[in-house]
């Protein structure tokens, strides 16, 4: 089984990595954003649980998503392993992750952090040309970024859990690096 996390800033490449990972792996790439997209299509328990909260323009609580979580653990495609994508976002997420996964006999192996700088992030967001990438924008989402997972980063690097990838370089050389962290898992 090969159970991991990966963390990265707005536009540091997970979604490319993870996609990458999850096939190396064959195991599935869970992002807590299509886990809500999905069960409020579905309008499942939980997804019409979590609409109300998003209708009034809060956030989801957190036993909501640990709940989504545990429904998409249960799956069978995740019974090899798993990537969580955007997950857990604070350090109490973290923990009531942690009791989850204890619940379920599974563990997180690796947390890969793909660490880019601030300026870095500006340049190829701005670079995007999105309407909504305006640089206030960018940095009020790095801001945001770096008070919720700057101690949840700690938090599992204090656990010997944290491998971190220069997610500046190249795609092949952020995904070579990962796939050096990920090896010993795999053999």
Same mark, same amino acid.
């Given at each position: 089984?090969?159970?991991?996390?990966?963390?990265?800033?707005?536009?540091?490449?997970?979604?490319?990595?993870? !996609? #990458?990972?999850?096939? @190396?792996? *064959?195991?599935?790439?869970?992002?807590?954003?299509? =886990?809500?997209?999905?069960?409020?299509? $579905?309008?499942?328990?939980?997804?019409?649980?979590?609409?109300?909260?998003?209708?009034?323009?809060?956030?989801?609580?957190?036993?909501?998503?640990?709940?989504?979580?545990?429904?998409?653990?249960?799956?069978?495609?995740?019974?090899?392993?798993?990537?969580?994508?955007?997950?857990?976002?604070?350090?109490?997420?973290?923990? !009531? #992750?942690?009791?989850? @996964?204890? *619940?379920?006999?599974?563990?997180?192996?690796?947390? =890969?952090?793909?660490?880019?700088?601030? $300026?870095?992030?500006?340049?190829?967001?701005?670079?995007?040309?999105?309407?909504?990438?305006?640089?206030?924008?960018?940095?009020?989402?790095?801001?945001?970024?770096?008070?919720?997972?700057?101690?949840?980063?700690?938090?599992?690097?204090?656990?010997?859990?944290?491998?971190?990838?220069?997610?500046?370089?190249?795609?092949?050389?952020?995904?070579?690096?990962?796939?050096?962290?990920?090896?010993?898992?795999?053999?």
């Amino acid at each position: 089984m090969a159970c991991f996390i990966l963390f990265g800033p707005p536009g540091a490449g997970k979604g490319t990595q993870a !996609a #990458l990972l999850s096939g @190396l792996l *064959s195991v599935p790439h869970i992002s807590t954003g299509d =886990l809500f997209r999905a069960a409020v299509s $579905e309008k499942s328990p939980l997804g019409v649980k979590a609409q109300g909260y998003l209708d009034r323009g809060e956030l989801v609580p957190d036993e909501v998503v640990i709940d989504m979580i545990h429904v998409r653990l249960a799956q069978e495609d995740a019974q090899k392993g798993w990537l969580l994508d955007g997950f857990p976002r604070t350090v109490p997420q973290a923990h !009531a #992750l942690d009791a989850l @996964l204890t *619940s379920i006999d599974q563990t997180i192996d690796v947390v =890969l952090n793909l660490s880019v700088s601030d $300026e870095f992030l500006l340049d190829r967001l701005l670079g995007r040309g999105r309407k909504d990438d305006t640089e206030d924008v960018i940095r009020r989402r790095l801001q945001v970024y770096h008070e919720q997972t700057a101690p949840l980063i700690q938090f599992y690097r204090d656990r010997n859990q944290l491998t971190d990838v220069d997610g500046s370089s190249p795609v092949e050389v952020v995904t070579a690096s990962i796939e050096e962290a990920v090896k010993p898992l795999l053999a």
